[in-house]
């Protein structure tokens, strides 16, 4: 049981190129979540989605798309990365309706745009 | 909107010693309230929550949390400080219902436990 994976784990892009950031859990979690982490900032949300086939945005969604594949996989895409998105991305999950109600997360993605 | 502070970018403690890492939250409603530890390059891990009942919430690691709904904190604590507790640690909060269960993190709190 590997939990919530990511990939890459790292990453360096010149501005203006794209990436898709990969996410999966193997949990059957209905929720799954996009953060970024900035120091001093904290942990953002980006996007997330409360099951298959629904997104929706979270704090700070702009200049990034993201798709829910299926129930295991939910990716995160930058059509045109800018150096303000030099960030470290984490992926979470939750089950939908636990009374835990607690997030999982990835191993993180530190991406640096040039 | 719901928001949380964490006064305190780091706290300093000797091994041993009491620790205490702050935060006090806002929201509407009762709070879901959490703290994670993030160790260096790795995600974060689940500590403890409180959703309801007990104000004293017990953790992993030996971590315990106090509820304290008149002053809204949520103060995360431990008797006894461990070298291995040195990381960064993360209060987060969540309003009782809707919105997509999104939590709302704190800034963090550098914990450094010293010999």
């Known amino acids: 049981n590997a939990g919530v994976t990511q990939t890459p784990k790292f990453q360096v892009l010149k501005t203006g190129q794209s990436m898709t950031l990969q996410c999966a859990q193997d949990?059957?979690?209905?929720?799954m979540y996009w953060y970024r982490q900035d120091p001093g900032m904290g942990l953002r949300l980006i996007y997330y989605?409360?099951?298959?086939?629904?997104?929706d945005k979270g704090e700070v969604p702009n200049g990034y798309n993201v798709s829910r594949l299926n129930k295991r996989e939910f990716s995160l895409r930058l059509e045109s990365a800018a150096p303000s998105q030099t960030s470290v991305y984490f992926c979470?999950?939750?089950?939908?309706?636990?009374?835990?109600?607690?997030?999982?997360f990835g191993p993180g993605t530190r991406l640096t745009v040039t | 909107a719901q928001s949380v502070a964490q006064p305190e970018d780091q706290v300093n403690v000797a091994e041993g010693n009491p620790l205490t890492v702050k935060c006090t939250y806002s929201?509407?409603?009762?709070?879901?309230l959490f703290w994670y530890v993030q160790y260096p390059n790795r995600g974060l891990q689940f500590l403890l929550k409180?959703?309801?009942?007990?104000?004293l919430v017990k953790g992993s690691y030996g971590f315990e949390a106090e509820f304290n709904k008149s002053q809204t904190s949520f103060h995360l604590k431990k008797p006894s400080a461990l070298v291995s507790d040195s990381a960064l640690y993360f209060c987060?909060?969540?309003?009782?219902?809707?919105?997509?269960?999104?939590?709302?993190f704190g800034t963090g709190t550098q914990l450094k436990v010293e010999l």
């Open positions: 409180y959703i309801t009942g007990d104000n």
């Open positions: 987060a909060v969540r309003a009782p219902s809707g919105g997509g269960n999104k939590l709302t």
């Open positions: 929201v509407s409603g009762n709070p879901y």
């Open positions: 989605s409360a099951s298959e086939g629904t997104t």
């Open positions: 949990m059957n979690h209905n929720s």
């Open positions: 979470a999950s939750r089950e939908q309706g636990s009374v835990s109600y607690e997030q999982y």
